[in-house]
């Protein structure tokens, strides 16, 4: 599914703090996570957090931002609260949290459905972009990825993870390596967005440059983001630059002018071009255009 805004950042803010809240509002984030699931506590606190969610949208405050909630897991009790009040006009979708496998998230699917049905919505309207934070659903991630239309993207959940494999993570990040390139290989195999961990030393800037540097290798196109200081550094990495912007017109026009010729490949810069490459520029043509767009 061809997602129509950028994804390079997803800014994690609690529902339940609007001064956290009116500070996130004031960044260059490409999407807001405001949360319902972990960082609001104790549990009263999650009602203001969906009745702050409903006010700043009927204020205008969240419209320049697709908004994706995360919303609590099936067996909180929260769950079906927190879609029934937040199913409504400024919400794109949800963020859905320890997701094993693709049941979990077809179940999550129906729900939806049931309640767009009710509500006069179109079926497929609000979008789900699937947390992965456990073993099991790194180990079903295309399945998790395959499970909804309404996917449209995976994201790493590292912390969880660890805790759940009983692994120790260093600085090296060796430990989630394998689980890292598992779930963007099975995000790309399914057209689906894969979104990078939080990065947990928010004042480590450089170790996040280092992390960035990997995940973007490894087919990731965004990052999960705790603060608006990392914002910068995240968007420099997953933007195309200049030089590939520049560099994919000249290979794009390049292919077709030799396909009107009846050939097969285009030579640029000395460099045979044929069609993967094409296929990676005009990927990186449609990332720059949503940027421009956003």
Known sequence: MEVCFPMRSLLFVPGHNLKLINSAL???????????????QPKSNKQVARDNIVDL?????????????????????????????????????????????????????????????????????????????????????????????????VAFGNEDYIT?????NDETASTIFTARS????????????PIDTVHIKVHDLEDLENNLKTAKKLGFEGMLVLHP???????????????EFEAAQEMVKAFEES???????????????GPPLVKNAFHILRKHQRIVDK
Do not use: W
């Open 26 to 40: 004031k960044s260059e984030a490409d999407v807001l996570l405001i949360d319902l699931e972990d960082s609001v």
């Open 57 to 153: 949208i009927s204020e205008g405050k969240l419209k320049r931002y697709p908004i994706f909630p995360r919303v609590n897991d099936r067996e909180s009790g929260e769950l079906l609260k927190d879609i029934t009040q937040l199913t409504i006009g400024g919400i794109n979708g949800f963020l859905y949290p320890k997701a094993k496998t693709g049941e979990d998230i077809y179940f999550f699917d129906k729900l939806l459905e049931t309640i767009e049905y009710e509500k006069g919505y179109e079926v497929g309207r609000f979008k789900i972009i699937a947390l992965i934070e456990t073993a099991s659903a790194v180990l079903h991630a295309e399945e998790i990825c395959k499970a909804s239309k309404r996917v449209i993207a």
């Open 164 to 168: 759940d494999i009983q692994g120790i």
């Open 182 to 193: 598992l779930i963007a290989m099975a995000a790309r195999s399914q057209g689906v967005i």
């Open 229 to 243: 200081k990392e914002l910068d550094l995240v968007h420099k990495y997953y933007s195309p630059t200049n030089e």
């Open 259 to 273: 396909e009107k010729r009846g050939e097969g490949v285009a030579i640029v810069n000395g460099r045979f071009v």
